[in-house]
């Protein structure tokens, strides 16, 4: 049996009390009989969901899935969400970076098909505004050592308590988020779990270890490498490097990395050169802080000739075709005079490095496994993994909005004002100035709705220049709400304040308080035009 929201009254009355029984009343709405059927149904089979096509073969996962998006009414539009689901997010001319419904988008990183990353919790806000303000911060020391981020960004988790235990979330911060027996996983803490997909700090290292990881963060800084302490100092850098090379265990035997960084290859008996492993000597040459002639490294022509190349590397063909590239690898791996005859660059490449009956698992020489492992040409092409809370977090998101939907039928300005904040705040997490942000309101059907009518606007506004009607919400929103920024209204007493007008405003009857739109329209488009003299 459906669950049927229950409003005993409207305007702001009847927010009151649906606000005072939300939780109640969802809880009741997600165990009726259609929802917790729709909901269980695609926590059991998005596992399976692998491609679009699989996605778009189940009617029921594909409802959800567009549901937790507010684009339900799509749901019979199988041509279009496949396009969307195929766009390649990293093309900004792509179907989905080009609409300007900001849904399409997010529905389709959420499931990023089209990407190498695979499926993520982009639509989660908290997420969204930690990845959004702190993008620079490449590893957990990063965050960990500076008080004022760390603070702000367990607060937005609300982990405030938990700020004077560095080692524990240096833990949380490192776990591997596709390993259910992951420190984060095991601890069974949505909100650490939340923490850790915001950065993935995991997936950033191993991208950084990759060929062009490793050419994209030491482009802009190889240069300024000049000695061994310049490249131990920083371990984000060491972290790549030695990663590129397989070597990432000897990580913090500082004084050891010095000795090989150190060495003059052109010595036999430098220390580099007597290790048995030959990594090592590849790896002091790719910096060549050792070197006597003061040459530069091989690393510096290894980045060059990746940078200089716009796209990335699918197949062993496009490294062989490439000579620059070719020849900087074997040069970067230490591999130009030694590769065998009979196990030339391409068999290598092709190699899968995760399969221990592989060529580059039975040779000896590891240089192989690592030149092989930094370009990942061989892999198999994994299925999609979905990480931990996926199906939770979309089905609550399509409770949500299936809940709203239900209000609104029984009174569609308690829907909006139910959906106002989270609108709200994912339009402000785009970012942009407050211009930008602003017109993205006037374009938004229920935002649009919202401060129009809070603000005593009528429906005519639309027919004057766009840039009058900025000037005109944005005046409004100053005199009414005394708020010079649309993030303003993201505070709790303006979000409030901004809610309370509206249901009051939309209670009034059009015909009451008010003069014709149209006079309405002509005295605000009169007032623009003076104010633009």
């Known amino acids: 049996m459906t669950y049927v929201p229950v409003l005993p009254a409207s305007g702001f009355a009847g927010w009151s009390y649906l606000n005072r029984t939300l939780d109640t009343q969802q809880a009741s709405f997600a165990r009726g009989g259609l929802v917790a059927r729709e909901t269980a149904g695609f926590a059991d089979k998005i596992k399976g ?56 988008l997010d529905l389709a990183r959420t499931f990023n098909f089209a990407g190498e990353a695979g499926p993520s919790l982009a639509h989660v806000a908290t997420a969204e505004a930690a990845q959004s303000q702190l993008a620079d911060v490449a590893t957990p020391d990063d965050l960990l050592s500076n008080g004022s981020l760390l603070r702000a960004t367990l607060r937005q988790f609300n982990l405030e ?29 949505p909100r650490l779990v939340e923490l850790a997909q915001a950065f993935d700090f995991q997936q950033k290292a191993e991208l950084s270890k990759s060929a062009v990881g490793f050419a994209a963060l030491f482009e802009d800084r190889i240069d300024s490498l000049t000695s061994a302490d310049d490249l131990l100092e920083d371990r984000a850098l ?7 090379f397989g070597l990432e265990d000897r990580i913090d035997d500082t004084s050891f990395l010095r ?41 510096a022509k290894f980045i060059e000739v990746l940078s200089e190349r716009e796209a990335g590397f699918e197949t062993a063909s496009d490294v062989m075709a490439n000579v620059p590239v070719r020849l900087a690898t074997l040069d970067l791996f230490g591999l130009t005079n030694e590769t065998p005859d009979n196990n030339p660059l391409r ?157 009051a405003m939309s209670s009034l009857s059009n015909d009451a308080g008010f003069a014709s739109s149209t006079s309405i329209a002509a005295t605000l488009l009169a007032s623009a035009q003076q104010q633009r003299r």
């Open 161 to 189: 308590d938990m700020e004077g235990n560095t080692y524990f979330l240096q833990q949380v911060l490192e776990s591997d988020l596709s390993d259910e027996t992951s420190f984060v996983n095991r601890l069974g803490d």
């Open 347 to 503: 068999l290598v490449l092709e190699q899968d490095p995760a399969d221990p009956n592989s060529l580059v698992n039975l040779l000896d020489d590891k240089r192989y496994l690592a030149m092989s492992r930094a370009f990942g040409l061989g892999e198999p092409d994994a299925p999609p993994s979905y990480p931990p809370g996926f199906a939770e977090a979309i089905t609550q998101s399509y409770i949500d909005h299936q809940f709203e939907i239900a209000v609104g039928e029984s009174d569609n300005n308690m829907r909006l004002a139910l959906a106002l904040e989270r609108e709200l705040d994912t339009l402000v997490g785009r970012g942009g100035s407050d211009n930008a942000m602003w017109f993205r309101v006037m374009g938004s059907e229920p935002l649009r709705a919202v401060f129009q009518t809070a603000m005593g606007l009528p429906d005519s506004l639309a027919q004057i220049d766009v840039d009058q009607q900025l000037s005109i919400f944005q005046a409004r929103a100053e005199r009414q709400f005394g708020v010079d920024s649309l993030k303003d209204f993201l505070e709790p007493d303006k979000m409030n304040e901004l809610r309370r007008r509206f249901l």
């Open 49 to 104: 969901i692998e491609s679009v096509d699989d996605l778009m073969k189940d009617r029921q996962v594909l409802k959800v899935a567009l549901g937790a998006f507010g684009l339900g009414e799509d749901l019979d539009n199988r041509a279009f969400i496949r396009r969307v689901l195929e766009s390649d997010l990293t093309d900004p001319t792509s179907l989905a970076n080009r609409l300007s419904d900001k849904r399409y």
């Open 238 to 244: 060491l972290q790549s490097a030695l990663g590129l």
């Open 259 to 299: 000795d090989v960084l150190e060495s003059d290859l052109y010595d036999d008996a430098s220390f580099a050169n007597t290790l048995d492993d030959k990594r090592w000597a590849a790896f002091s040459d790719a910096f060549a802080f050792g070197d006597p002639y003061e040459e530069p490294g091989t690393a």
